[in-house]
């Protein structure tokens, strides 16, 4: 962690030559068509080159008279007078959740999906003073010198050479997983009863990982979708690894003894007893931390507010659909953890490549989510009320191997358990 730090540091890549006159969208229909048309002096745009890895943020000093954003794949500075090109209409473009994040605040966040972007900005007549800042995560570079490599582990399967099985109830995961570590660890790992889901009948359970003189406290959560088995699966593998390790490795060393973990295993108890994306009540936990409408998200924010004060970083670990892109995290890009988020996303790209499992550069869905998550997700809710630093980590199940496979249970192990040690390695503290 430093060598390469350089690289993802966030800059200001606004300049004045970015202004282009005469550029600027004709009509607003189902593709925005923008036009160069010499002579037009009033008609302001910025026309920025993107680079695909990179966060760009986009922050205006006042709210513009009139704001078009979209993006394109070749340069409208290159148009003769005269001549249009079509380009996305704005609910096409890839902004984040598929519009721009413009607020109150007068700014929005854009992520390139693929090579050759261009970002253009219209303003209409004005030419307001705007920040146009770039957080790199510099793709092809392995920044990481102390990456943990788990090795080869079961499937989850189950039968004899099986890690697990994904068809496991929730009390028969938690007791085939995380029982028999809190009966050979006592004095290290403890847990503690959350309260029923919403059916009344299944108990929620928190495991505490505490080394006798810890120095932060991290906060993890799985299967917020009950139906995500290898996520929490990869989670509950981690943790086994981490209470057997033997100083072998310096990061997870320091996890051990210095850092204590407040864990929930399963946040949707019954949607992991019954394969299911939400709760018994029909709830999806990934949207109710606003509405509260869960019994099973009240416990989970009741655990929280035990420890606010304490915890550095929250980290919530899912698995991402088949088809979704290489690879896909969300935090809050002006927290404490953006730059080793960006940093340890960037190493997990590099092992893809090593694997042979993507060339050149793949399409990437590193999203800090809208500047400000909405309150409604759990890793908004926690930085928006109280601060705290959060990522959302989605293991990429079924893309390159087999659903459940030893492959799997290997990726969701290693993906998470270095951005658990890269954090703790970070020494985050609580951003007041």
């Not at 991402?320 to 960006?342: D, H, T």
Request: include cysteine; glycine fraction near 8%.
């Amino acid at each position: 962690m430093g060598k390469f730090d350089h690289l993802f540091q966030e800059k200001n890549v606004y300049t004045s030559d970015l202004y282009c006159k005469g550029i600027y969208p004709a009509a607003k229909t189902d593709t925005d068509t923008f036009v160069k048309k010499e002579g037009e002096s009033e008609k302001y745009s910025v026309v920025l080159p993107l680079n695909h890895g990179s966060i760009y943020r986009v922050r205006f000093e006042t709210n513009p008279a009139a704001l078009r954003v979209a993006a394109c794949l070749s340069d409208p500075r290159a148009l003769k007078d005269g001549e249009g090109m079509a380009s996305p209409a704005l609910s096409d473009c890839p902004f984040i959740e598929g519009e721009v994040a413009f607020d109150a605040d007068c700014e929005f966040m854009y992520v390139p999906q693929v090579l050759g972007e261009y970002l253009v900005i219209y303003t209409g007549t004005e030419k307001p003073d705007f920040i146009i800042e770039e957080y790199p995560v510099s793709l092809g570079y392995d920044v990481e010198d102390d990456w943990w490599d788990c090795g080869k582990q079961g499937s989850n399967m189950g039968g004899e050479d099986s890690w697990g099985d994904w068809q496991w109830t929730y009390d028969e995961f938690i007791n085939n997983i995380y029982e028999p570590m809190r009966a050979k660890y006592p004095d290290y790992i403890t847990r503690q009863w959350i309260g029923k889901d919403e059916t009344g009948e299944i108990d929620m359970w928190a495991y505490f990982y505490e080394p006798a003189d810890y120095e932060q406290v991290l906060f993890l959560t799985g299967g917020i979708h009950g139906e995500e088995v290898d996520g929490y699966s990869g989670l509950g593998r981690f943790l086994q690894l981490l209470a057997e390790e033997d100083g072998s490795h310096a990061g997870m060393h320091y996890l051990r003894t210095k850092v204590k973990l407040v864990v929930v295993p399963v946040c949707n108890v019954w949607g992991a007893t019954h394969n299911s994306r939400v709760t018994s009540k029909g709830v999806n936990l990934n949207g109710d931390f606003k509405n509260h409408d869960a019994v099973e998200t009240i416990n989970v924010i009741w655990l929280f507010e035990q420890y606010k004060d304490q915890i550095a970083c929250s980290m919530d670990f899912h698995t991402a659909i088949p088809k979704a892109a290489a690879m896909y995290y969300q935090f809050s890009i002006e927290a404490a953890n953006s730059l080793v988020a960006r940093k340890v996303s960037n190493h997990v790209f590099e092992d893809l490549k090593k694997k042979g499992w993507v060339e050149g550069i793949p399409q990437m869905w590193l999203i800090p989510g809208k500047l400000k998550k909405d309150s409604k997700y759990l890793q908004g809710y926690f930085y928006n009320k109280y601060g705290v630093p959060t990522i959302v980590c989605e293991h990429n199940q079924s893309r390159w191997y087999e659903h459940h496979s030893a492959e799997s249970i290997e990726t969701a192990t290693k993906y998470y358990g270095n951005h658990i040690i890269q954090t703790a390695l970070a020494k985050l503290k609580l951003v007041k």
